[in-house]
Antibody, heavy 118, light 106 residues
Framework: QVQLVQSGAEVKKPGASVKVSCKAS????????IHWVRQAPGQGLEWIGW????????NYAQKFQARVTMTRDTSINTSYMELDSLKYDDTAIYYC???????????WGPGTLVTVSS | EIVLTQSPDTLSLSPGERATLSCRAS???????LAWYQQKPGQVPRLLIY???TRAAGIPDRFSGSGSETDFTLTISRLQPEDFALYYC???????FGQGTMVEIK
């Protein structure tokens, strides 16, 4: 069965960086895009970007273009999302999600809470 | 950016009633690249509908999606207790979400 397992909660200071991992199992990792989506406390869903594990090609939302880097390690079926220059309003749950085929998200990870606090 | 506006913000209904949720796009969504997700408190979003009208695996047939171009609808034919939740639409042409509609028990 498809599973996405994410790294644990993080607490970071403003200006720091955070790197969240997402380990995939139950399918061929390189065949499906991985998307990253975040949800601030009590707020809606916000798309951050995607990575194609096969070749590492990425596509980021314009809002995050300057601060986000998505990478992958195909030897361990893991995707990473690194967000730099953290601000208080980056406090959110960060989800990874598999792309079903043309862009929708059919399987989601459990989420990683990132708290930005001084 | 394609902006999605969902209405209403909150829908108050009783179990057994029909729920109709709207999602309107600021411009036409190509290829009906429109999905609906359900999220319950403390849980991960769950895919309900993709391609505007195709139910995802395991989704009960009381959930149906319709629409095209800029106007889309999610219908829950007879609300079950487990259907009271937050619902988001998403366009996956350029990936944006609507702000969500809460379906609450009246």
């Amino acid at each position: 069965q498809v599973q996405l397992v994410q790294s644990g909660a993080e607490v970071k200071k403003p200006g720091a960086s955070v790197k969240v991992s997402c380990k995939a199992s139950g399918y061929t990792f390189t065949d499906y895009y991985i998307h990253w989506v975040r949800q601030a406390p009590g707020q809606g869903l916000e798309w951050i970007g995607w990575i194609l594990p096969n070749n590492g090609v990425t596509n980021y939302a314009q809002k995050f273009q300057a601060r986000v880097t998505m990478t992958r390690d195909t030897s361990i079926n893991t995707s990473y999302m690194e967000l730099d220059s953290l601000k208080y309003d980056d406090t959110a749950i960060y989800y990874c999600a598999r792309d079903g085929s043309v862009g929708y998200h059919d399987y989601w990870g459990p989420g990683t809470l990132v708290t930005v606090s001084s | 950016e394609i902006v999605l506006t969902q209405s209403p913000d909150t829908l108050s209904l009783s179990p057994g009633e029909r729920a109709t949720l709207s999602c309107r796009a600021s411009r036409s969504i190509p290829s009906n690249y429109l999905a609906w997700y359900q999220q319950k408190p403390g849980q991960v979003p769950r895919l309900l509908i993709y391609g505007a009208s195709t139910r995802a695996a395991g989704i009960p047939d009381r959930f149906s999606g319709s629409g095209s171009e800029t106007d889309f609808t999610l219908t829950i034919s007879r609300l079950q207790p487990e259907d009271f939740a937050l619902y988001y639409c998403q366009q996956y042409s350029t990936w944006t979400f609507g702000q969500g509609t809460m379906v609450e028990i009246k």
